[in-house]
């Protein structure tokens, strides 16, 4: 089954059948629990991770211990691609947000694919060019000094492409993203709620009037109040 | 005289002479002068940029109108990758620090090099990784609360290999990378002067104690202050 599931991976779409079959053995699975470590900044790496079921977190854990979320993965996606490809330790720490299950490929056989299919190589550029205009924008974002504008404009840009956001993340781990504390999140998002901008329905919030969010989002930065 | 520049371009080393000589015909060149722009944010984007001489900065403009700087390109780095391998528009604003030569390849030149020269493709991608890494460094950066740390740490960023940084910024152009006032980032590296842990000789920064650099960086942050 697991097998099966590794064929599927977007990265691996439009292989040939037997190169399919040949790379599909070189992959270990392996289960990791909620709240563990599937691996830790500064580790070499050996592997090219990807998540087949469950949910996982990048954090950067600073000199005085504290954790920046730099994104979410979810399944289908793959990750650990920046010391596979260039060879140095493993830039940020990754842990389970929830119980998930894992594909690891030798960075050997990584390296064989990026090489020899061009449509591999070419896939993997458009991945990093859409993670860095990501990590840009969540650092322009950073330097916003209203923490409520940061926490809008973070909900309006996960919402850039549909009216909502599935899995939308918990307090703590928003709070972790735009640096502030769970509290100014949790306040944030009640204002949002008493304004009917925003709906939450179990893990998904609703964006009902995304040009108010847009507004509020300015308006707290015009103000320029740090909250 | 600028063909024969081109084809020094650490991204087209290893192609065949042929090859060589076909795609060094298909650039166009231009100069810019100081504080002109090379592209705006949201540009549509037809071109591969490889700046031949002169420094260029990496801006964004934000809602309110702030700049917050990227970072900075120097003689033989390539820029604008990311709209011309995702056809998205411009990520951000390039603007000329000092007047620049710069060449520019078709997208679609661009393209049939990824997928016909593995050696392109891959380089690309092992840039590509060294600048995430840059770039993520720069966003936790920005999750430091007091902006004297921020300053020392881009220091010991940039002096990371070295105990020297070539054409440090100008005040202004740290302020904006770390998001502080430029007076402040005068008041930081004044305090470093006057501590004895670097020294200024011309457009060169040294590092003369990169352990009491390191110190007074986590010491600011202990003390918790927002200056």
Redesign the interface.
Known sequence: MSITQVKTLPLLQGLIQPLLDEYSRYFRMFRIEKKHFVCHKGDEANELFFLLSGRLMVV?I???G?Q?G?NFIAPGDYFG??SV??D?PR??SIVAVSESLIAALPKSKVNSL???V?KV??R???D??????M??????L???PNAYSRVFLLISRMAKNQPYVDHFPSHQQVAIMV?TSRETVSRALGLLVTEGVIEKEGMRLIVKNPAALHQM??DF??SGSKV
Chains 1, 2 share one sequence.
Do not use: Q, W
């Open positions: 950067d600073s000199l005085e504290r920046t730099l691609e920046l490809l260039d140095l830039p940020a990026v090489n020899h061009p190589a070419e993997m550029l458009k990093m060019c859409h993670r860095m205009r990590v840009t924008d969540l650092r322009c950073l330097g916003v640096n989002a300015s930065m015009i």
